[in-house]
């Protein structure tokens, strides 16, 4: 392990240890399933930051539970979510491709900092994914026919 590695460890509170992989991770997603007043529907507590390149297992297998438990809708909680890279913009797409592509459901991202919405402007998803400003709005797009 390298000296720089061992330091943002050390000292980077959003690089949480996730037990189910036994190491760091610079993003750390929980996975919820919820009941809805017309269906079912999953929440995603997304907290740190998408290092790009890394973590790479570790959303894949979030993408793997997630697949498992068959949502429909799914409501992406930004709130705690520091900055968005290449990885993330990776992972909310495969969310996307997974929810509403082969599912025809529907997946809304609430919460996000200045930083992260601007860059899914950018990018271009903020096009057919819809953002919301906060959860309570978020369930409500969410539900929304």
């Known amino acids: ?13 959003n690089c949480r240890l996730d037990a189910g992989y036994g190491a760091r991770a610079a ?8 009941q809805g007043p017309c269906a079912p529907y999953c929440v995603l507590r997304i907290r740190g930051r998408f290092a790009t390149g890394a ?3 570790y959303l894949s297998g979030k993408l793997d539970q997630i697949r498992r438990l068959r949502a429909a ?13 290449s990885t993330g913009i990776s992972f909310v797409i495969s969310l996307y491709r997974m929810v509403a592509q082969e599912s025809g459901g529907r997946l809304v991202l609430a919460g996000a900092n200045t930083l992260v919405r601007e860059t899914l402007k950018l990018t271009g998803l903020s096009k057919f994914i819809p953002l919301a400003d906060d959860l309570d709005s978020g369930l409500a797009r969410l539900h929304a026919n």
């Open 1 to 13: 392990m390298s000296e720089t590695t061992q330091i943002r460890e050390d000292t980077d509170p």
């Open 55 to 57: 973590d790479l297992d």
């Open 27 to 34: 993003v750390f997603i929980e996975v919820e399933q919820e």
């Open 73 to 85: 809708r799914i409501l992406a909680d930004l709130t705690e979510l520091i900055s968005i890279g």
